[in-house]
């Protein structure tokens, strides 16, 4: 039974450039989280998804940040025009429901390094 | 303030020793708390939940302290490998779903 898949692992851009992060979730579960970890520093909600819907974005920059999670396929949080200031490990979770009680999973992250 | 602090660290322990760290939380809210363990530069893994009555879980043992709105994990007989940083986390019930909140962790180094 797979766990939480991300790729790529690691992802180098230059400023101004796309990024495209992808998370397969663990097998039946439906619900996804992406958290970022600046250097340094803890783990910081940004969304939460459930298949074609976001549920909770309020973690997310205002601007250039965006995610989602097809019917079909990865969640994917894309960075436009990346700036040295997104350099960070993006981690992914999945949980089978959204319950209190419901442990997250967490995939190996993307470290994005921005030149 | 932080929604959830810990003390940054590090705690350097003598391999076999007793270690015991808080995490102090803001929201009184908060109804799910948990301590994951997170090696350099790895994800994030579930250690421990922390239950209202207290739990053990071979030589790690959670608290909850909920009218100090605190939560501690003590390692007794410390290994090389207990080495990590150790992070608390809390969950609140949200109208829009279950986000976590993570402190910044506590740094745990045992030595020989």
């Known amino acids: 039974n797979a766990g939480v898949m991300q790729n790529p692992r690691h992802l180098v851009r230059r400023r101004g450039q796309e990024a495209r992060l992808r998370c397969s979730p663990m097998k039946g579960h439906s619900h996804v989280y992406w958290y970022r970890q600046l250097p340094e520093e803890g783990l910081k909600f940004m969304v939460y998804l459930q298949k074609e819907n976001i549920i909770d974005e309020s973690g997310m920059p205002k601007e250039r940040f965006s995610a989602e999670f097809p019917k079909e396929g990865p969640s994917i949080l894309r960075i436009q025009q990346v700036v040295r200031g997104d350099s960070a490990a993006y981690f992914c979770?999945?949980?089978?429901?959204?319950?209190?009680?419901?442990?997250?999973?967490f995939g190996p992250g993307t470290r994005l390094t921005v030149l | 303030r932080k929604e959830v602090e810990q003390d940054p660290g590090p705690f350097n322990v003598p391999e076999g020793a007793t270690v015991a760290f808080n995490c102090t939380y803001s929201?009184?809210?908060?109804?799910?708390f948990f301590w994951y363990r997170q090696d350099c530069r790895k994800e994030p893994k579930l250690l421990m939940s922390v239950y209202s009555s207290g739990n053990e879980d071979g030589r790690f043992t959670a608290q909850l302290n909920r009218a100090s709105q605190y939560i501690s994990l003590l390692i007794r007989d410390s290994k090389l490998s207990d080495s990590a940083t150790y992070l608390c986390v809390v969950k609140s019930i949200k109208a829009a779903g279950n986000k976590l909140t993570f402190g910044g962790g506590t740094r745990v180094l045992v030595k020989p």
């Open positions: 929201n009184s809210a908060s109804q799910s």
């Open positions: 979770a999945s949980s089978p429901q959204g319950g209190l009680e419901d442990t997250q999973y």
